[in-house]
């Protein structure tokens, strides 16, 4: 039995799957959501929003994610970040996998990834949860009713939770598995419920296929000033560091919050919705973001909720901590429309130094910029996990490293060149401490001046002023900005023991070289000229 609007030429047939018992083809949302309750996947919701939980797993997989050796892969992926299959395995894990879908009732989602139709990805999604159908058609692109009738799938994602690998078999870890083959233009996720597998497995494909399209494919969030898609600003930064509170600016427009490209013809969003943390949201701090949690469909994940209420806790992470909505970007009231934007005018790398050592803006040259776009670098806080009592540094590569199947070098040249090719300003943001580390007399960086900083970047006001080069990293670091008490633009000072900071500042910089040193054979001249200097 199938049911929905389907390109009658590319069925699941195309795929091998035959013999499910039913298949939904591109229901919308209403649908998808009396399908989960009726199947009991979850609850509805105040104000019509899904409760799902995921089971063990609350969070992505990683040391269960492969990538089939196929020959003409072979020479392009980042094998030391990638696990490989074999692909004998990987054929018995999908001819397992369809022969699992027998009797089965399957919700398929023919989506698009990325707003861009010259660069965009067809995926067809095809789920054994509703609610996993729900939540990636917040998460990608919706084509048009009337394009679903010729439309063909570029890439297929099978999502069966209830499947258990055997590693013995299929040449993988455990019962859970996450595998692409780009000859094969199939992704298997089984063994887990986390709806983010689907999200950042379309990830992982646009990050291998753009940059051979001239495209950077970027982890971060973008904005444009109003009225100005061509003043574009693209945020990047890991978990901690301020890159959806500082991106959201209501004085601007949304393009995105996690997923970009970067073409010649401009920036745009490789999603259609937002997938945000709730652990610790409130309506004063984030309204917008809050507001989403009663909307209808938007996708509750893994958070604790009054049986009798439905009310739901934004404290309690008994669940997890990486509790989260999701919802479709049409739902905060600046997001643009088409998320489009021109060619960044302002690159924001966003830091959350708990050493104390970086000054709270800095400029950076395009080698510079490659540097720390490599380096990746923000820094536990004591406290946040069992074990840590003093600052500790976090490398990720390309402030994304699990989700790059090509080496870094290759997105580090990409981002570099732009950079110089458009006369692009960009910017190291600290958002972290300043006046000592983190738990040593160290105080967090003001929300205040940092806003201050990044509107008189983004106007082109800071870029005029006069600047000194720091001493540690060699970067440009304002010497005054209004609004801004001077002092706090030069860490050193802001120390009550400037020798301290010194040492501080040299193990930071210790920290940096010996991390760098992986991509020393990788990297020009010119970007090592960085490293060697900072060392």
């Given at each position: 039995?199938?049911?929905?609007?389907?390109?009658?030429?590319?069925?699941?047939?195309?795929?091998?799957?035959?013999?499910?018992?039913?298949?939904?083809?591109?229901?919308?949302?209403?649908?998808?959501?009396?399908?989960?309750?009726?199947?009991?996947?979850?609850?509805?919701?105040?104000?019509?929003?899904?409760?799902?939980?995921?089971?063990?797993?609350?969070?992505?997989?990683?040391?269960?994610?492969?990538?089939?050796?196929?020959?003409?892969?072979?020479?392009?992926?980042?094998?030391?970040?990638?696990?490989?299959?074999?692909?004998?395995?990987?054929?018995?894990?999908?001819?397992?996998?369809?022969?699992?879908?027998?009797?089965?009732?399957?919700?398929?989602?023919?989506?698009?990834?990325?707003?861009?139709?010259?660069?965009?990805?067809?995926?067809?999604?095809?789920?054994?949860?509703?609610?996993?159908?729900l939540f990636i058609r917040h998460l990608l692109r919706r084509p048009e009713r009337a394009e679903l009738e010729g439309f063909v799938p570029g890439f297929t994602i099978i999502n069966c939770p209830s499947f258990k690998a055997d590693p013995a078999r299929h040449g993988c870890r455990s019962d859970t598995v996450i595998a692409v083959s780009f000859e094969q233009k199939l992704i298997l996720i089984g063994g887990t419920a986390y709806a983010g597998e689907n999200k950042k497995s379309v990830f992982g494909l646009l990050n291998y296929l753009l940059p051979e399209q001239g495209v950077m494919p970027m982890h971060c969030s973008a904005n444009h000033a109003p009225g100005a898609p061509d003043d574009a600003a693209v945020f990047f930064g890991l978990s901690g560091t301020g890159k959806t509170t500082l991106s959201a600016d209501p004085a601007r427009v949304l393009i995105g919050d996690d997923e970009h490209g970067w073409a010649d013809t401009g920036t745009f969003n490789f999603e259609g919705g937002c997938y945000a943390k709730t652990i610790n949201l409130s309506a004063e701090a984030e309204p917008e973001i809050h507001?989403?949690?009663?909307?209808?469909?938007?996708?509750?994940?893994?958070?604790?909720?009054?049986?009798?209420?439905?009310?739901?806790?934004?404290?309690?992470?008994?669940?997890?901590?990486?509790?989260?909505?999701?919802?479709?970007?049409?739902?905060?009231?600046?997001?643009?429309?088409?998320?489009?934007?021109?060619?960044?005018?302002?690159?924001?790398?966003?830091?959350?130094?708990?050493?104390?050592?970086?000054?709270?803006?800095?400029?950076?040259?395009?080698?510079?910029?490659?540097?720390?776009?490599?380096?990746?670098?923000?820094?536990?806080?004591?406290?946040?996990?069992?074990?840590?009592?003093?600052?500790?540094?976090?490398?990720?590569?390309?402030?994304?490293?699990?989700?790059?199947?090509?080496?870094?070098?290759?997105?580090?040249?990409?981002?570099?060149?732009?950079?110089?090719?458009?006369?692009?300003?960009?910017?190291?943001?600290?958002?972290?401490?300043?006046?000592?580390?983190?738990?040593?007399?160290?105080?967090?960086?003001?929300?205040?001046?940092?806003?201050?900083?990044?509107?008189?970047?983004?106007?082109?006001?800071?870029?005029?002023?006069?600047?000194?080069?720091?001493?540690?990293?060699?970067?440009?670091?304002?010497?005054?900005?209004?609004?801004?008490?001077?002092?706090?633009?030069?860490?050193?000072?802001?120390?009550?023991?400037?020798?301290?900071?010194?040492?501080?500042?040299?193990?930071?910089?210790?920290?940096?070289?010996?991390?760098?040193?992986?991509?020393?054979?990788?990297?020009?001249?010119?970007?090592?000229?960085?490293?060697?200097?900072?060392?």
């Amino acid at each position: 039995m199938q049911t929905g609007k389907v390109n009658p030429s590319h069925t699941l047939a195309k795929t091998g799957i035959t013999n499910a018992k039913h298949i939904h083809y591109n229901l919308n949302e209403p649908a998808l959501i009396e399908a989960a309750i009726r199947n009991g996947e979850g609850k509805l919701g105040l104000g019509g929003a899904f409760l799902a939980t995921t089971g063990k797993h609350t969070g992505r997989s990683p040391k269960d994610k492969y990538v089939v050796r196929e020959a003409s892969v072979e020479h392009a992926i980042w094998w030391e970040n990638n696990q490989p299959m074999d692909e004998a395995a990987f054929n018995r894990l999908r001819d397992d996998m369809l022969a699992h879908t027998n009797d089965a009732t399957l919700y398929v989602q023919d989506l698009f990834g990325g707003a861009d139709p010259a660069y965009r990805l067809n995926v067809r999604v095809v789920t054994e949860l509703a609610w996993h159908g729900l939540f990636i058609r917040h998460l990608l692109r919706r084509p048009e009713r009337a394009e679903l009738e010729g439309f063909v799938p570029g890439f297929t994602i099978i999502n069966c939770p209830s499947f258990k690998a055997d590693p013995a078999r299929h040449g993988c870890r455990s019962d859970t598995v996450i595998a692409v083959s780009f000859e094969q233009k199939l992704i298997l996720i089984g063994g887990t419920a986390y709806a983010g597998e689907n999200k950042k497995s379309v990830f992982g494909l646009l990050n291998y296929l753009l940059p051979e399209q001239g495209v950077m494919p970027m982890h971060c969030s973008a904005n444009h000033a109003p009225g100005a898609p061509d003043d574009a600003a693209v945020f990047f930064g890991l978990s901690g560091t301020g890159k959806t509170t500082l991106s959201a600016d209501p004085a601007r427009v949304l393009i995105g919050d996690d997923e970009h490209g970067w073409a010649d013809t401009g920036t745009f969003n490789f999603e259609g919705g937002c997938y945000a943390k709730t652990i610790n949201l409130s309506a004063e701090a984030e309204p917008e973001i809050h507001a989403t949690t009663h909307k209808f469909g938007t996708v509750i994940e893994n958070m604790v909720y009054d049986p009798d209420t439905l009310e739901l806790d934004f404290e309690d992470d008994s669940i997890t901590p990486n509790m989260r909505c999701a919802y479709p970007l049409h739902y905060i009231s600046n997001a643009s429309r088409t998320a489009r934007g021109g060619v960044p005018r302002h690159v924001i790398m966003l830091t959350c130094d708990a050493f104390g050592v970086l000054p709270p803006i800095a400029r950076l040259t395009p080698a510079q910029a490659m540097y720390h776009f490599l380096s990746g670098f923000t820094s536990k806080v004591p406290g946040t996990e069992g074990g840590v009592t003093e600052p500790q540094p976090t490398f990720s590569t390309c402030f994304g490293a699990p989700f790059m199947p090509r080496r870094p070098e290759v997105y580090g040249a990409l981002l570099r060149d732009k950079i110089a090719a458009n006369d692009v300003q960009c910017w190291l943001v600290n958002t972290g401490w300043t006046g000592g580390a983190a738990g040593k007399g160290g105080s967090r960086m003001p929300i205040r001046a940092t806003r201050a900083l990044l509107s008189a970047a983004l106007s082109g006001d800071l870029a005029k002023g006069a600047f000194r080069t720091d001493a540690n990293f060699g970067f440009d670091v304002p010497r005054e900005v209004a609004g801004v008490e001077a002092k706090l633009l030069t860490p050193r000072a802001t120390w009550a023991d400037p020798e301290a900071y010194d040492r501080q500042a040299a193990k930071l910089v210790a920290m940096f070289a010996e991390n760098f040193a992986q991509y020393a054979e990788h990297v020009g001249d010119d970007v090592m000229a960085i490293a060697v200097n900072a060392a």
